[in-house]
Each structure stands twice: as C-alpha cells, then as structure tokens.
C-alpha cells in the first residue's frame, strides 16, 4: 500500500434525498410539493447508504486522511458509519436539507483547501457544487440520483470509493466533466430538456467514471432501425404481461403495438394493450403477486446502463421477482457504438446482489431478427 506524503483533506456532503422520487416514479425530487409526495408514495432514501458504501472503500487511508462534512445525513452519519471521526462544519435543518445547505459545506470545503469534494447526488447536487467551485477543486459524484446526465460521476458506489482512493493516492488523472441537467416538471411531461452548465475537475480512471448521456441519433436509418426491433419484437411477444420502461427504443414497441407509451415511464402492457400507465415500484410489485411478465429495456446512449439510471422503478425486488431470463433488452447498432465497442452494457440497481444475478453476456435485439451477445456489468 502506497503512503501519502501528508495527510489528505477530503470533503464529503451527502444529499439525503435525492434518488427519492426514482422507485415511486416521480422521475426526481427537485421541489418540496414533489419530495412531500414520494414520501407519502412511501419513497426511502437511498443516498445515505450508497455514500457509506464508497466510503468504506477508503478505509485503507483512514489513519492519512482527514474527512471534512456536513452534520448529520448530509455526510456525518454516512462518515461515521464507515468507520471515520469527521470534522463538521456548519448546521442544518435534519428535517429540511436544502441545496443552500450542499453550497454551505462546499463553501467551508474550498476555505479548508480539501483535496478532493466527493458528495452524494444527482445531477442537481452536481450544479449546487459547481456554483460554488467551478474548477477550482476536484469533485466526485457518487450517483444517487434518478436523472444523472453528467460526467462527474463514478460509475456506481464502489467505483466512486475506488476512484477517490487512487486519486488521494496520486493513481489518477484530472480530466473536465460536464455538469448537466434537465427540467424535471418538463421530464415528467415526457420532454426532455437537458442543458450544460459547465465542468468541474473531476478524477479519472477508464471505466471508473460514467461519460455524458448521449442521446439516440435523430437521423432516418436509426429511426428505422428502431421500428425494425420493434416490429421483431412485437411478433415474438405473447399474450402476456410486459413491462415498457423508458426510452424511444421502447417507444418504438408501443407504436407498432398502436398503443399510446409514457416516454420516460414505465407502462404495464397485457395482451397488446395497456393496463396500467406510468407504473411505479409498488404498482409492478402488485401485477408481479399474480402474474409472470417481462421487462423491456433500453440502455442510455453514450452511458450504457440498462438498470439504475432513470427507470428505478426497476427495483431489485421487481427484476428478482420477473428473472434475468425475462428481460428484454432493445438497443439500435448506433446506440452501442455511442456506449462504445467492447464496453458492457451497465447495471447500478442498488443491491449487489441483483447486479451479480444481472452480471455475464446477454443478447440484445439489434434489428429485425438481428442479435448480440454484449455482456452486463456493475
């Protein structure tokens, strides 16, 4: 194990609800009218623990590293629970975090001269940290997020624990990472407006960091592309229950099915036909207690994930119910030369053991009774 030369100042803030509004489908939770209802939907927090376990993975440097946070579930308790004695900085409301609370600690961060910011979040924590640093000092997201658009982010926890660990340890590079976003209230309309709003520092090791969300070529043969999977796939499907999760691929399903699709939801189909429109985690728990079905998948173009990136209603308990064999995967050849060739398709559901059950080659719908075997990966 290599030693430090001096002992490392690392910053740690946590946004303890971001990735809320993912498993009851509300696409985000940008807002407190919007956080107020996942909570009533019985939305869980999901930042909290995803910090600790990228955390733990810095307990090599434990005795050379100095962590610096915000109180409570803002990166204290995350801290503590892996194992650290933190330095606090500031208050906060424990009942009402707010991004002013994320500028606040960055703030106290960049006085302290830290080496490194590693927070919690999603692509509006990545914007709340850019107001304030700019690139004047590395960050690192560990995605927590529903919608993570930006390139400032490891690729799950552990990757992000990993890549901290290297770079405090000089093994890594700096490179600029877009910070982007979207508008929420017009995602859950199914528009997507995405906007990029700068670029932070940001430590780099290939295949450790996420690139930016691209998204599918709006040009003619890749739209035939897609009505060529679709028409495929509509042709092999029974009269069973599927599950469309987001995405134009998929939408492409739902035209030749001549049936209307949430864009950037997840739809219950049945014979053709839709049952249930912008299903959430319990919605397709329930369908699950008394019926077999399938999910029909994209990946994100220029990312790659297929799970845990904008479809979170895909939960672990949802794709252990319905099995790795009932899953459907639609990806265009020029959305897998955006993800890159040789590079696995991605999976982050939050439950390494899905990931694992998820894990090895898996054939992928490419054309018209056209297939690849692409392998998945955490």
Same mark, same amino acid.
């Given at each position: 194990m290599k030693k430090l030369p001096r002992k490392k100042n690392l910053g740690v803030v946590v946004n303890p609800i971001a990735g809320m509004g993912? !498993?009851?489908?509300?696409?985000?939770?940008?807002?407190?009218? $919007?956080?107020?209802?996942?909570?009533?939907?019985?939305?869980?927090?999901?930042?909290?623990k995803r910090a600790t376990e990228a955390l733990e993975l810095l307990k090599p440097i434990q005795n050379e590293l100095q962590v610096i946070t915000a109180p409570g579930e803002m990166g204290e308790?995350?801290?503590?629970?892996?194992?650290?004695?933190?330095?606090? *900085?500031?208050? $906060?409301?424990?009942?009402?975090?707010?991004?002013?609370?994320?500028?606040?600690?960055?703030?106290?961060? +960049?006085?302290?001269?830290?080496? =490194?910011? %590693?927070?919690?979040?999603?692509?509006?924590?990545?914007?709340? $940290?850019?107001? *304030?640093?700019?690139?004047?000092?590395?960050? %690192?997201?560990?995605p927590t997020g529903v919608k993570i658009h930006s390139s400032?982010?490891?690729?799950?926890?552990?990757?992000?624990?990993? +890549?901290? @660990?290297l770079y405090l340890q000089g093994d890594a590079? %700096? /490179?600029?990472?877009?910070?982007?976003?979207?508008?929420?209230?017009?995602? /859950?309309?199914? /528009?997507?407006?995405? !906007?990029?709003?700068?670029?932070?520092?940001?430590?780099?090791?290939k295949r450790l960091v996420q690139p930016a969300k691209s998204g599918t070529p709006a040009i003619p043969d890749e739209r035939q592309k897609q009505k060529d999977i679709a028409e495929y796939l509509v042709e092999k499907m029974d009269s069973g229950m599927y599950f469309l999760g987001p995405g134009s691929t998929v939408k492409a399903v739902a035209d030749v099915l001549n049936i209307e699709k949430t864009l950037l939801g997840v739809d219950v189909v049945k014979a053709g036909r839709v049952i249930h429109k912008d299903a959430n985690e319990d919605d397709l728990l329930g369908f699950l207690s008394k019926n077999k079905a399938s999910i029909v998948v994209t990946p994100i173009g220029g990312q790659g994930f297929v799970f845990g990136r904008g479809n979170q209603q895909f939960s672990p308990d949802v794709i252990r119910y319905v099995g790795r064999s009932q899953i459907i995967i639609l990806a265009t050849p020029g959305k897998l030369a955006s993800i890159g060739l040789g590079i696995? =398709? !991605? *999976?982050?559901?939050?439950?390494?053991?899905?990931?694992? @059950? @998820?894990?090895?080659?898996?054939?992928?719908?490419?054309?018209y009774a056209e297939e690849a075997m692409v392998e998945l990966r955490p």
């Open positions: 993912g !498993r009851v489908g509300l696409k985000g939770t940008d807002g407190k009218d $919007i956080l107020q209802q996942a909570i009533e939907l019985g939305a869980e927090k999901q930042s909290p308790n995350e801290a503590r629970s892996a194992g650290f004695q933190p330095e606090i *900085v500031g208050t $906060i409301d424990t009942e009402n975090t707010t991004a002013e609370d994320t500028v606040s600690a960055c703030t106290e961060f +960049l006085k302290r001269e830290v080496d =490194l910011i %590693l927070f919690a979040g999603g692509d509006g924590t990545a914007r709340d $940290i850019f107001k *304030v640093v700019g690139t004047d000092t590395p960050v %690192l997201g560990i400032v982010f490891a690729i799950n926890p552990k990757r992000a624990g990993k +890549l901290a @660990l590079i %700096l /490179r600029e990472g877009e910070v982007m976003d979207i508008d929420e209230e017009a995602f /859950r309309s199914d /528009r997507v407006s995405a !906007r990029l709003f700068g670029y932070m520092q940001t430590p780099y090791r696995p =398709l !991605r *999976v982050d559901t939050g439950s390494s053991e899905v990931d694992t @059950l @998820l894990s090895g080659y898996i054939r992928v719908i490419t054309g």
